[in-house]
């Protein structure tokens, strides 16, 4: 079974870069699969903010375009989130998810990871 | 980016049925269908159905997915204090290449 778990700083400030890590294992990253970002405010619903492909295809959410980035790194076991130019509103729990029967939907999540956009 | 449409909530009986929907549109449910997602409060999302009704392993047959047009349903058979939860449903946008989401479903068991 897969198993992701999100790491990074839970305080981030307004105008400062947020930066998320999913390690991964039980699967290779590299095997065909995708890999994707959501987050969820506090008390609010799921949000999905990027997929990756195990070939490097990248789908953004409209709304945060522009200002995120999702990667796999090369060493092939992280997963890794940006978001630029933080706010408030930014605040949230961020999963990471693995994608491994397709693009549409995700299987296993991490525990998530609270960031707080403040000052 | 447009969500799909799911009750806030719904309440039902012990050991009743309940069914949950969730509406879009041909772009998404109607084309790929729909996945289903359980969260309990603190707790991460767990998947309990994907492309209409289809359930991963060690996920109960008290749940079952189906989909009629735009609109997808999660059906939970028997219900038990433990399927007090929120529900989720997600498909994919061909038209915007996005994952999008309903707002969720806060099911109540009486």
């Known amino acids: 079974q897969v198993q992701l778990q999100e790491s990074g700083p839970g305080l981030v400030k307004p105008s400062e870069t947020l930066s998320l890590t999913c390690s991964v294992s039980?699967?290779?990253?590299?095997?065909?699969?995708?890999w994707g970002w959501i987050r969820q405010a506090p008390g609010k619903g799921l949000e999905w903010i990027a997929t990756?492909?195990?070939?490097?295809?990248?789908y953004y959410n409209p709304s945060l375009r522009g200002r995120v980035t999702i990667s796999i790194d090369t060493s092939k076991i992280h997963l890794s989130l940006r978001l630029t130019s933080v706010t408030a509103a930014d605040t949230a729990v961020y999963f990471c998810?693995?994608?491994?029967?397709?693009?549409?939907?995700?299987?296993?999540w991490g525990q998530g990871a609270l960031v707080t956009v403040s000052s | 980016q447009a969500g799909l449409t799911q009750p806030p909530s719904v309440s039902k009986d012990l050991r009743q049925t309940a069914t949950l929907t969730c509406t879009g549109n041909s772009n998404d449910v109607g084309n790929e269908g729909a996945a289903w997602l359980q969260q309990h409060q603190g707790h991460p999302p767990k998947l309990l159905s994907y492309r209409n009704n289809n359930r991963p392993s060690g996920i109960s047959e008290r749940f079952s997915a189906s989909r009629s047009g735009n609109t997808a349903s999660l059906t939970i058979t028997g219900l038990q204090p433990e399927d007090e939860a929120d529900y989720y449903c997600s498909a994919w946008d061909s038209r915007l290449s996005v994952v999008v989401f309903g707002g969720g479903t806060k099911l109540t068991v009486l």
């Open positions: 039980g699967y290779s990253i590299s095997s065909q699969s995708y």
């Open positions: 998810a693995s994608q491994l029967g397709g693009r549409d939907y995700a299987d296993f």
């Open positions: 990756i492909s195990h070939t490097g295809t990248t």
